[in-house]
């Protein structure tokens, strides 16, 4: 029994400074990262580019399904973006509510029948509608088959030579998708590029724009406000220079569509669509000595409202982690594989052994803990010591994350903001982490047993300002 | 020894902390006490140069109104004013941007050593709308995001040397500058058509350079550079085939059509597909019987072209898909039935 927890008490322990090691490479590529995109981005207007009469079209891709109460609202402000060549194409997968009878009244919707190419199954198109109101303003009527089928039917019917794919409850920086198109018009081998996911829940919301971004008082969103900040700012951040993303969230990305359409598009079958077409995007980019690069870019934001329940936040780790296992499994013959570059040699392995068996080991480590100190099997001092210098690490991560925004971007909000993050992130390594994990091992047994439910989430709403000229 | 290590890593951690808090918080304080001390200021340089655009004010008021600000802030202001304003204005703001000195300080930094601040000056230049004689210089930067935006900055100053220079630029090794480069051009308009039609003559210029300027001239559309669509209108690369079936119907009339005819036939898909949206652009109804040929041709693009043109059309091209109904060809019958079966409105509203 000694032998057997002191080698597992060994192992956590190599993870332990695998992990941390891991993450100070990745701050420090962050760090390098930012100071290259700032001294490049300095004094630039994104707004030169909005006269523009060779910029790439772009169509921004919004599914929705049962979204009557906010629709509207949404593709407000989805009108509201800044790019000279835009089209927005809302696709209603077969919501049983008012969503498309909303959406014709609002925008004047009239029937229209551009001819386009089903170069992806999806479930059958029932309509298609032009809004009289805004030329641009696209509405696919079709019926349900997830969110995955929705966007490859809008996939399918877009023009743009760019696809913006986003939630249609996330609200887009009116300048964002003028930051997005410069990695396109700079390299031809880009051909995805993501933003920056921030927490709105304490927003203020006035036509669809984000005017004042409080950092959230609920414990939850507080500490989700954290996790964003430091994931987008410094994990997402780094891994452009260690072989490139493997991740760009459903809620906000563009991306070459000739790509995606050869890529096969979305795939319907998994609940981690957004990892899997990135995955396969890089995999046939090897396969095929075809362009592949996907870029991560800190300023583009978009806002999304993050769960501020337990019960729709497990839900959501549950199914990321299942996302994860799935694309991991799907894409297993790239992990380790020099033919895949850094793909297979270096994103892959990370991500199966940081990302994936994370909650595995963390729960052994918290096991090996349990049994140990109580049979003496483990200096109690050791123990404390190294619980101190985990949550020192875990704090200073967060820090750095607020350091690296304070010294860039400066959109937290008012000095109490601040504060209150430092709380949270010094709060986080209580309970919150340790639910995570819990979630995350239920996402792996629902993987194993095959669960590909999508849970729900119970959504307050963002907080909206009337119109001050009312 | 490790429990040493891992004390002092824990007291390390500690001190870190401490410090990245207080130095950012600080930092914060500062950068805000920083903008409030400098808004009044800035308020009143923006006042006063309305004032001067308004011609209630002078150059003179003016300079001295950003005079407290520092130079990069004075360039900030100016900046956000250049954008609103065209002609005699925009003249009056870039003599405001030399008198303050924004001019010169940006110049001196476009001569620096360090590409960070050369792009600094370039785009201080850029934002205040002065093109200097140094233009020529950066244009040839071996930073490509100068390159770039010294191209941005030939929209100012359309001297032929440096049109010349910029259409050197749609070659560059870096796509991020021929993107600028050709934007310009276009935003350049008719001040560049000469120097744009010169080097189209050029026997060493590339397919990519081609189609770029064909492309410059489209958005000018002038009748008079129809001969330019016609000679290239039976060049070996099918992109600037298709920039000249742009060029054709952009320009349009007989002679335009004359050169749209010859690429029906064209053996690239692209170039047809161009050529009969061409037709399509300029409703030119006598072409239906010859585009409803071209409901069977075995690309999906051109089919799709031929299909939108009927349409825009009218009554002679709706008569046509009608007809392809019943054409032996399935693939023909299924566009013009595509083109022709209109959806309902059907759960909205």
Known sequence: MGSFLAITGALVLAYFVLVNGFQTV?????????????????????????????????????????????????????????YPNLEVLVVNDGSTDATLANLAAAFELTPVHPIFRRQLETEPVVGLYRSRLHPHLVVINKENGGKADALNAGLNVSSGQLVCALDADSLVEHDALLRMVRPFLADPRVVAVGGTIRVANEADVRYGRVVRSGVPRHYLAGIQTVEYLRAFLFGRLGWNRLGGNLIISGAFGLFDRERVLAAGGYESSTVGEDLELIAKIRRLAHEGSEPGRIEFLPDPIAWTEVPSSLRSLGAQRDRWHRGLADVIWRHRRTIGNPRYGAL??????????????????????????????????????????????????????????????????????????????????????????????????????????????????????????????? | MILEVLRLIVVSQAV?????????????????????????????????????????????????????????VRGEVLGSLVTTVRGEQQHLLAIVAASCGVVEHAVGWTQSRRPGRRLRG????????VA????????????????????????????????RQLIGRLADPDSGVRFAAKDALVRCGASVVT????????????TEVRAALLEVLVHVADSSHL????????????????????????????????????????PDDGVRAAAIDGFGQLGYWPAAPTIAERLSDPAWVVRRAAGGALRRMGAPGRLFLRRALDHEDPYARDMARQVLDLPELRAAG
């Open chain 1, 26 to 82: 990745l701050l420090m590529s962050s760090a390098l990262e930012l100071g290259a995109y700032r001294r490049r981005a300095w004094g630039d207007e994104p707004r030169a580019l909005l006269g523009s009469e060779v910029a790439p079209r772009v169509s921004v891709l919004a599914p929705a399904f049962n979204e009557q109460d906010t629709i509207v609202e949404s593709v407000r402000a989805l009108l509201s973006l800044r």
């Open chain 2, 132 to 163: 200097p004689p140094e233009l020529t210089t950066l244009l040839e930067d071996p930073w490509p995001p100068v390159r770039a935006e010294a191209s941005r900055l030939v929209i100012h100053r359309t001297a032929p040397r440096l049109v």
């Open chain 2, 122 to 129: 370039t785009r201080i230049l850029r934002r205040v709308g």
């Open chain 1, 344 to 470: 297979g040699t270096v994103a892959m392995p990370i991500f199966v052994v940081i990302e994936l068996l994370a909650p595995v080991v963390e729960l052994l480590g918290l096991v090996v803990v349990a049994i140990a100190l109580p049979l003496g099997a483990v200096d109690t001092t050791f123990a404390w010591t190294l619980l101190l210098v985990a949550y020192g690490w875990a704090v200073l991560l967060s820090v750095l994350a607020l350091v690296l925004e304070e010294l860039s971007f400066r959109r937290l909000g008012t000095l109490a903001d601040r504060l209150r993050l430092l709380l949270w992130a010094l709060l986080e390594p209580f309970g919150y982490r340790q639910l995570t994990v819990w979630w995350r091992l239920r996402g792996l047994v629902g993987w194993l047993r095959r669960r590909d439910d999508w849970g729900t989430m119970q959504r307050r709403g963002f907080s909206v300002l009337a119109d001050p000229g009312v």
């Open chain 2, 195 to 206: 120097e744009v039609v010169e080097e189209l003559g050029a026997d060493e210029l590339t």
């Open chain 2, 16 to 72: 870190l902390i401490a410090v990245l808090v207080v130095g950012s918080l600080t930092h914060s304080f500062v950068t805000e006490a920083t903008r409030r001390r400098r808004q009044p200021a800035i308020s009143q340089a923006t006042s006063m140069l309305a004032r001067l655009l308004s011609g209630q004010a002078t150059v003179e008021e003016a300079v001295v109104a950003l005079q407290d600000l520092p130079v990069t």
């Open chain 2, 227 to 266: 001969p330019v669509a016609r000679r290239f209108s039976s060049d070996h690369d099918p992109p600037v085939r298709r920039g000249a079936a742009r060029l054709s119907a952009a320009v349009g009339g007989t002679a335009g059509v004359t050169v749209l005819s010859t690429l029906l036939t064209d």
